[in-house]
Nanobody
């Protein structure tokens, strides 16, 4: 009944900017925190940012602080990840997900180095 659909990936050059979107259904925004995760080639998937359903300050992993911004458009039930000064690997895959162990992963969206 509730689901998250991520999108917005594409081909980018190092230093460029890109905004990822995560569209929610149901009442996800009013109930759950939502995180953005990243998996680089040859590396384990990592949590990069979390948007809270409360007024708590968002979480960012140290490597993206000052470059990435997570935000919510509550009117449209959409979560965004604004990524600036990108340092892409050959292909990074980003996922939005409720950070609960029992929640399954979606398809993810690819951010690919075009250089």
């Amino acid at each position: 009944q509730v689901q998250l659909v991520d999108s917005g990936g594409g081909l980018v050059q190092p230093g460029a900017s890109l905004r990822l979107s995560c569209a929610a259904s149901g009442r996800i925004f009013s109930i759950y925190n939502i995180g953005w995760y990243r998996q680089a080639p040859g590396k384990e998937r990592e949590l990069v940012a979390v948007s809270n359903n409360s007024d708590a300050i968002p979480y960012y992993v140290g490597s993206v602080k000052g470059r990435f911004t997570i935000s919510r458009d509550k009117a449209n039930n959409t979560l965004y990840l604004q990524m600036n000064s990108l340092k892409p690997e050959a292909t990074d895959v980003y996922y939005c997900k409720i950070p609960l162990s029992l929640v399954s992963w979606g398809l993810g969206t690819q951010v690919t180095d075009s250089s």
